[in-house]
C-alpha cells in the first residue's frame, strides 16, 4: 500500500483513506469492511511512520472532515515535529519551577 499511497500524493497531492483504499487492486473503498480494513492499515502506516496527517478537509456525504495523510519524508517529518518545541517548553517550565524553590537547609 505504500508504494500505491506515493503514487497518489505524486499524482493528487495529500489523500484520504478512501482515495488511497481506490487505488490498491482487490480492495472495494465502497464495501464498509474492506473501507475499514483500509482505515486500521493507514491507521498502522502512521503509527509506522511510513504515512504522516497533514490535515483535514470535508467530503460530501460526511458530516465530519476527513483526514488527509501523505507519506513520510524528511520535509513532512520536519513540518509534523513538535518534539523541539516541547523540550524547549519543558526546560523552561523546570527552570522556573526551580527558581521559585526556597533554598534548601541542611540539619
Same mark, same amino acid.
Not at 95 to 106: G, H, M, N, R, V
Given at each position: 500500500?505504500?508504494?500505491?499511497?506515493?503514487?497518489?500524493?505524486?499524482?493528487?497531492?495529500?489523500?484520504?483513506?478512501?482515495?488511497?483504499?481506490?487505488?490498491?487492486? /482487490?480492495?472495494?473503498?465502497? %464495501?464498509?469492511?474492506?473501507?475499514?480494513?483500509?482505515?486500521?492499515?493507514?491507521?498502522?502506516?502512521?503509527? %509506522? /511512520?511510513?504515512l504522516v496527517r497533514v490535515g483535514t478537509c470535508r467530503v460530501p456525504?460526511?458530516?465530519?472532515p476527513a483526514n488527509l495523510y501523505a507519506p513520510a519524508t524528511v520535509?513532512?517529518?520536519?513540518?509534523?515535529?513538535?518534539?523541539?518545541?516541547?523540550?524547549?517548553?519543558?526546560?523552561?517550565?523546570?527552570?522556573?519551577?526551580?527558581?521559585?524553590?526556597?533554598?534548601?537547609?541542611?540539619v
Amino acid at each position: 500500500m505504500a508504494e500505491q499511497a506515493r503514487a497518489l500524493f505524486d499524482e493528487h497531492g495529500p489523500f484520504t483513506t478512501a482515495q488511497l483504499v481506490d487505488r490498491v487492486p /482487490g480492495f472495494n473503498a465502497l %464495501a464498509p469492511s474492506e473501507l475499514r480494513q483500509g482505515q486500521d492499515t493507514v491507521r498502522a502506516m502512521c503509527n %509506522a /511512520g511510513e504515512l504522516v496527517r497533514v490535515g483535514t478537509c470535508r467530503v460530501p456525504g460526511s458530516c465530519k472532515p476527513a483526514n488527509l495523510y501523505a507519506p513520510a519524508t524528511v520535509e513532512t517529518c520536519q513540518a509534523t515535529d513538535t518534539t523541539a518545541s516541547g523540550a524547549d517548553a519543558l526546560a523552561g517550565a523546570m527552570q522556573a519551577w526551580s527558581s521559585t524553590l526556597p533554598e534548601s537547609t541542611e540539619v
